[in-house]
């Protein structure tokens, strides 16, 4: 279980994110892509990218009140070029009201180089009381 996140998301346990910094507006996550993660090219699918920018971005948000959730409004992802190997994500939080934040994040691969870069926009919410019910289960909507 992945603790260090703040909350507990099987998805991201699934596929094997690691934290690795989580404070003041921005976040670093690891992630090495298995044999099932990628796409008919032999490179990291593009949704498994596009859930390691969510993740990343969400953690962004979060991180300067990691009492708080999050949920994703809206994201816009660029895939610059393929990801290959073990891949890193850099996120910020680039701007906060007191009910949304305004992200953006790149993935890197081993050489450093950029292939996919995401904005991202995120409502806050108090955190989710039971963390691993399924969300059939647990209602987020708060509307």
């Not at 593009?46 to 993740?55: E, H, I, N, R, Y």
């Not at 939080?93 to 926009?121: I, P, S, W």
Request: proline fraction near 3%; glycine fraction near 8%.
């Amino acid at each position: 279980m992945q603790e260090s996140f703040g909350a507990y998301v099987p998805f991201v346990d699934l596929l094997g994110f690691e934290m690795v910094f989580f404070d003041d507006g921005q976040s670093e996550l690891t992630y090495t892509p298995e044999a099932t993660h990628m796409n008919s090219y032999n490179v990291t699918h593009g949704g498994a990218l596009m859930t390691f920018l969510d993740v990343g971005m969400a953690t962004a948000a979060r991180s300067v009140d990691k009492t708080l959730g999050v949920v994703t409004i809206e994201m816009k992802t660029s895939f610059m070029q393929a990801a290959r190997g073990s891949l890193r994500v850099k996120s910020r939080l680039m701007h906060r009201t007191k009910n949304m934040a305004f992200t953006e994040g790149t993935v890197y691969d081993e050489q450093g180089r950029a292939c996919a870069h995401a904005t991202g926009t995120f409502k806050y919410m108090p955190k989710a009381p039971d963390q691993g019910l399924h969300p059939e289960v647990r209602d987020i909507s708060t509307d």
